[in-house]
């Protein structure tokens, strides 16, 4: 009797008794940051939310049923990726030439597993091309026409490339294309702005995190350009501590190694989600004329959204069960760092 409460002490006290408790999962999406006014999506917004919601819920019904934080990011990425208010698959912007080339990652705390794919053009789901780099080869990151060629291989759904047009999209390369040849710069905030991307960090039962990100990348690029959501520790970080998923203006994501360098600091000089996030999106992005926001989710659930754009499309969902959204960077969500500027920064057309 004696005996086995001094083990049970022990036990207590070096942490194995705690460690066997379950933890409680979390899903934290993005669906892009940037100019998102109420005026401009008066419209949308309600689809936008539902969009939302019921990537949040499909994501997290994936953590309730035991599974891990690498099936809820996949059931949450493929839920946006299918709608065209996202800049991901089914909504995924024009390049220069007129083509939706798409990029993609994903990675696992537990382990550092990780599976990239770039500049895909028949791939309805890249998250899940990703994600089966990252399960079926011994590669991080595969692009184009091999990437696609991976894809059959596998099983993964291609489609026409026809699939990913969308009006909107193609109006929106119209003007840049003819404001490029009048020389003017470009006045729609979407392009200057708005570089919505998507993403999803989430900690399941097991304590594990991972990170998945995916984009159209921006409007009118131009020579094959990647920004930053396929490249492990730019867009997209995981380890055993912090899951990170970055949208924003992608060369500056890439400049600062935003996703690593936010986690290392919650490594190494034990910053919470918010002061490591605010550290860098919200001071070296800004600092070095970049912007964009991102999501931040640590082991012990706690999660983070800074920006510094006029919104983000984002949400949470955790012990309650119930999906929290938020557009607007004045919505008050818990979570958000906000980094608010006085004047909008402008943005060079590029
Ligand atoms: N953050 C997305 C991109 O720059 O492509």
Redesign the pocket.
């Known amino acids: 009797m004696i005996r086995s409460a001094v083990f049970a002490l022990v036990l207590a006290a070096s942490g194995i008794a705690s460690a066997a408790q379950p933890v409680q999962p979390v899903l934290v999406i993005h669906g892009g940051a940037g100019v998102i006014r109420r005026s401009n999506n008066a419209a949308d917004e309600a689809d936008i939310r539902k969009a939302l919601e019921t990537a949040l819920r499909n994501g997290y019904a994936q953590l309730k049923a035991g599974k891990s934080s690498t099936d809820a990011v996949v059931a949450a990425l493929r839920v946006l990726e299918d709608d065209p208010h996202f800049n991901a698959g089914k909504g995924a912007v024009f390049t220069h030439d007129g083509k939706n080339e798409m990029?993609a990652s994903i990675m696992e705390g537990e382990g550092q597993r990780a599976g990239a794919v770039a500049a895909v053009h028949r791939v309805r789901n890249p998250i899940t091309l990703a994600r089966a780099v990252m399960e079926h080869s011994e590669h991080v990151m595969l692009v184009g026409d091999g990437a696609e060629m991976f894809a059959k291989e596998q099983g993964i759904t291609l489609v026409d490339p026809s699939y990913f047009r969308t009006e909107k999209r193609w109006q929106q390369l119209q003007k840049i294309l003819k404001e490029e040849a009048a020389k003017q710069t470009s006045t729609d905030p979407e392009y200057v702005k708005h570089?919505g991307?998507t993403g999803a960090v989430a900690l399941d039962s097991k304590g594990h995190l991972a990170a998945g990100t995916s984009?159209g990348?921006?409007t009118n690029k131009r020579w094959g350009r990647?920004?930053?959501?396929p490249i492990i520790g730019a867009?997209t970080w995981a380890d055993s501590g912090c899951a990170f998923s970055?949208?924003?203006?992608?060369?500056y994501?890439i400049r600062t190694h935003a996703a690593s360098n936010v986690c290392a600091r919650v490594k190494l000089l034990k910053e919470t989600a918010a002061q490591a996030g605010a550290a860098v999106i919200n001071g070296e992005v800004v600092k070095m004329g970049g912007d964009?926001g991102a999501i931040v989710l640590t082991s012990d659930g706690k999660f983070a959204f800074p920006f510094n754009t006029e919104g983000m499309y984002r949400g949470w969902i955790g012990a309650d069960g119930v999906p929290h959204m938020a557009l607007y960077a004045d919505d008050g969500m818990t979570g958000d760092v906000v980094l608010k500027k006085e004047e909008p920064v402008a943005t060079p057309a590029h």
């Open positions: 990029d570089i991307t984009t990348g921006m990647v920004g930053d959501s867009g970055g949208t924003g203006w992608g060369e994501y964009g």
